[in-house]
């Protein structure tokens, strides 16, 4: 009777290294849904290179672009048990285009597991050096004393800077009408070049043409104050009560077993804690975020009950 046993429970272990050395030869990939060389890329790419000498196999940041970053999420959330994949992906991703899009192809809730939250920024107001203003509240007298000028450029149409500005004239009381590009380079340069007088897009991105004097930054929506450029005021210093913030978080499909989810946080965790990574972020002008799987879940939560009225509200249709 034992030598069938025996056999039997051989070849389940052996089976389960066979699946173990399967695994471990197949690479990880990170699905991002925006083009190389963006705030969110350049997150996976720090991540990735550690990430890969942890699991001890190689891992490939995949660019798959298009529809705002749906064209990911349906990519993954199609993603075999046998490929092991990430989504890496911020709020427009998940939290405004579900909302929005009837048919965007995925439920976040329903098709994802939040992995680990991994880093956090923070919005600016900027104005051109043609606007006679300084601070906030002198921008918001001056749009309401030129209605014919009240309009404000954000990267894109349904984004949250977009979101996030329409928060901004709602409690100024102003009504100005958004401006939407493809991306932030063709908004810095219109805003540059005068044919926008403000734009509301992410804070690192408006600073180093702050830092060169060819824009000014008036508030940023962090609660604190950036430690990017602690010389500019927040919202609530500039005495409008607002605050928010966005994120990259990692997802699973939930083709991924949960224990090999739970793994893989764990290990971003550790990534997310290594000295290097954080001053790989910070050198990026980016601020890194240690968080749990409990706590991106927990964090999560918070943000979607926050932004998706804020969201509803606007009435905002692609």
């Known amino acids: 009777m034992w030598k069938p046993l025996a ?4 070849t389940a272990v052996l089976a389960l290294c066979a699946t173990l050395a399967n695994a471990q030869e197949t690479p990880l990939r990170i699905v991002v849904g925006y083009a190389p060389g963006g705030a969110t890329d350049r997150v996976a790419r720090i991540v990735a290179d550690k990430l890969g000498t942890k ?3 190689p891992v490939i940041v995949e ?5 705002g970053g749906r064209l990911s999420a349906q990519a993954v959330k199609a993603a075999p048990a046998n490929q092991p994949t990430l989504l890496l992906a911020n709020p427009a991703v998940m939290l405004v285009a579900p909302l929005v899009f009837p048919d965007a192809g995925y439920d976040p809730e329903r098709d994802f597991r939040p992995v680990s939250h991994v880093n956090s920024y923070e919005f600016g107001v900027a104005v051109g050096s043609a606007v006679p203003v300084k601070e906030l509240p002198h921008l918001m007298a001056w749009l309401r004393a030129n209605p014919d000028k009240a309009n404000f450029g954000v990267p894109a149409t349904g984004s949250l800077p977009h979101f996030f500005g329409l928060m901004v004239g709602d409690a100024a009381k102003v009504r100005a009408e958004v401006v939407g590009y493809r991306g932030s380079a063709p ?3 219109d805003l540059l070049g005068g044919q926008v007088p403000v734009a509301f897009d992410t804070f690192d991105t408006l600073l ?4 060169a004097g060819k824009i000014r930054i008036l508030a940023v929506s962090s ?8 010389k500019i005021p927040t919202f609530k210093e500039a005495g409008m009560d607002l605050a928010a913030t966005g994120w990259n978080t990692f997802f699973a499909p939930m083709s991924m077993p949960k224990a090999q989810a739970e793994r893989l946080a764990g290990l971003i965790h550790e990534v997310m804690k290594d000295p290097d ?5 910070e050198t990026a002008k980016m601020e890194p975020v240690v968080a749990t799987m ?3 879940e927990a964090m999560l939560k918070a943000y979607r009950a926050q932004w998706a009225p804020v969201v509803q509200r606007s009435g905002f249709k692609p």
């Open 7 to 10: 056999t039997a429970a051989l």
């Open 55 to 57: 699991l001890g196999t």
């Open 63 to 67: 660019n798959k672009t298009g529809a």
């Open 187 to 189: 908004l810095l340069n």
């Open 208 to 211: 180093p043409q702050h830092e």
């Open 223 to 230: 609660a604190k104050r950036s430690p990017l450029d602690p």
């Open 277 to 281: 990574t954080q001053r790989k972020f």
């Open 294 to 296: 409990g706590q991106t």
